[in-house]
């Protein structure tokens, strides 16, 4: 019954399957890994992974905070993307060897404000980076917008694309601040559909306001040239340490961002649902299997797809399934179609998205629960803003532990001054569970008890 297919699924999975299409492809690109080779690791995500995960929320596919990993891999086997599908094959191995032992019990020592940081790190990321997008500055990076000269920034600016973006921005917040937000519909799907329609009419009449080719999805057409664009794993590398090493690291990297986000994921589940991190280990080292084995990036649960599909109304996995099929459709028979859709639209939706991530109220909250709550949410925010998203959880994880340290060891035991006939009598009473973390409150406690005063020690706890 949970995973009864709704009408909301099916407008899910179209939606995140529209913002899954750029990331798929911008994401190989970043990584160095060729182009298809991203919406493979999408398709996989959403089909294999879907139909084996336990998440309701959760969507699967090439994710950004791996990046740094596959470049550092592909650096050391001197480019060879044959090779590197080994890694994520093996690697694949070592997660289903993680479900079977039961090691996602990790998630649970993830502190809620570490998440919290994470979701509004990847929010703010969302923002910076897909500015440029929406304004139809494809042709730059984020960090090359602010640079840029007012010359090149007019030459480089697409005017159709930012009309298109700008639009879309206001629909879609427009339509979510209105009554027919309690529509089926969701904005997200509204908005990507009038934005093509938009262009189409715009290129149909001549017009020079059309948005220009490098601001549409550009997909490469499998059909006509597969020998081309797809690679499959060279097995003459199975003799090469390299494969070993970096099938660990991609393992330990890829598990600990699926657990994260997962946790994330779940947080953002309307129907507040729990999802099993052991079973999801499993179902992610089965996908990265079959990923690398014809030809895919690794894949792991992506957090921003994740929140895409929760706040256009998921019920169940059956809309990270529709996204995969609808991949896998689009590259096969659907290529023309796609590429008419305007970048700029898209990024709105991930702006959008990222909004409600980094949303100003979540930072009021959590300031709200004091200093040892906000602490640790702003430095793991920060950290991955300045390192990346591995680097700066483990930052947020220790900075987050060490004010549990802290607190454990003020914490825990207490001290009574009691009055009786014959003197004061100090009694020293433990908590249920007593360890070295307790210690210098219990020194504390002890050099406060003067000579010759009667002192009690109640373990009754």
């Given at each position: 019954m949970k995973n009864r297919f709704?009408?909301?699924d099916l407008l899910s999975g179209v939606v995140v399957?529209?913002?899954?299409?750029?990331?798929?492809?911008?994401?190989?690109?970043?990584?160095?890994?060729?182009?298809?080779?991203?919406?493979i690791a999408g398709i996989v995500g959403g089909i294999i992974v879907g139909l084996l995960s336990g998440s309701h929320i959760s969507v699967s596919g090439p994710a950004a905070g791996l990046t740094a990993v596959i470049l550092?891999?592909?650096?050391?086997?001197?480019?060879?993307?044959?090779a590197f599908l080994l890694c994520i094959v093996f690697a694949g191995i070592l997660q289903i060897?993680?479900?079977?032992?039961?090691?996602g019990f990790f998630a649970n020592f993830i502190p809620n404000n570490v998440i919290l940081g994470l979701l509004a790190a990847i929010g703010a990321i969302l923002i910076v980076t897909q500015l440029p997008y929406l304004f139809g500055l494809t042709d730059?990076?984020?960090?090359?917008?602010?640079?840029a000269t007012p010359d090149t920034f007019i030459q480089k600016f697409d005017a159709g694309a930012a009309l298109i973006g700008l639009l879309s921005l206001f629909l879609i917040l427009a339509w979510d601040s209105?009554?027919?937000k309690k529509l089926a519909l969701p904005s997200a799907l509204i908005a990507v559909v009038l934005a093509a329609v938009f262009n189409f009419v715009l290129i149909s009449i001549g017009s020079s306001w059309a948005v220009q080719s490098n601001n549409l999805i550009q997909l490469p057409n499998i059909l006509q040239a597969p020998e081309e664009v797809l690679v499959f794993p060279d097995f003459s590398y199975l003799a090469e340490p390299l494969i070993y090493t970096g099938?660990?690291?991609l393992a330990i990297v890829a598990s600990l961002e699926t657990l994260l986000n997962l946790e994330a994921a779940d947080k953002l589940d309307p129907q507040k649902r729990s999802s099993p991190p052991n079973r999801e280990?499993?179902?992610?080292?089965?996908?990265?299997?079959?990923?690398?084995l014809i030809g895919g990036m690794p894949v792991t649960s992506v957090i921003v797809r994740s929140s895409v599909n929760a706040n256009t109304g998921a019920r169940s996995k059956c809309s990270t399934i529709i996204h995969g099929v609808l991949l896998l459709l689009a590259i096969l028979f659907f290529v023309p179609l796609m590429n008419m859709i305007p970048l700029s639209a898209l990024a709105a939706i991930l702006i959008v998205t990222g909004f409600k991530l980094t949303h100003p109220k979540l930072f009021k909250q959590l300031y709200q629960k004091g200093w040892r709550q906000f602490l640790p949410f702003i430095i793991t925010l920060v950290a991955i803003l300045l390192t990346d998203l591995l680097t700066g959880i483990l930052v947020g994880l220790f900075t987050s532990s060490a004010f549990i340290l802290y607190g454990n060891f003020n914490k825990g035991v207490r001290v009574y001054k009691e009055k009786h006939l014959h003197g004061i009598v100090t009694r020293i009473e433990l908590p249920s569970q007593v360890t070295f973390l307790n210690r210098s409150a219990l020194i504390s406690a002890l050099e406060h008890v003067h000579k010759d005063q009667q002192l009690i020690i109640d373990a009754t706890q």
């Open positions: 709704h009408v909301n399957f529209l913002v899954a299409l750029p990331l798929c492809l911008g994401i190989a690109l970043a990584s160095g890994a060729p182009i298809i080779s991203g919406i550092v891999q592909l650096d050391q086997l001197g480019g060879n993307y044959a060897l993680f479900g079977v032992f039961k090691l730059f990076s984020w960090k090359e917008v602010w640079t209105s009554p027919l099938a660990i690291t280990l499993w179902a992610q080292g089965a996908g990265n299997i079959v990923s690398g």
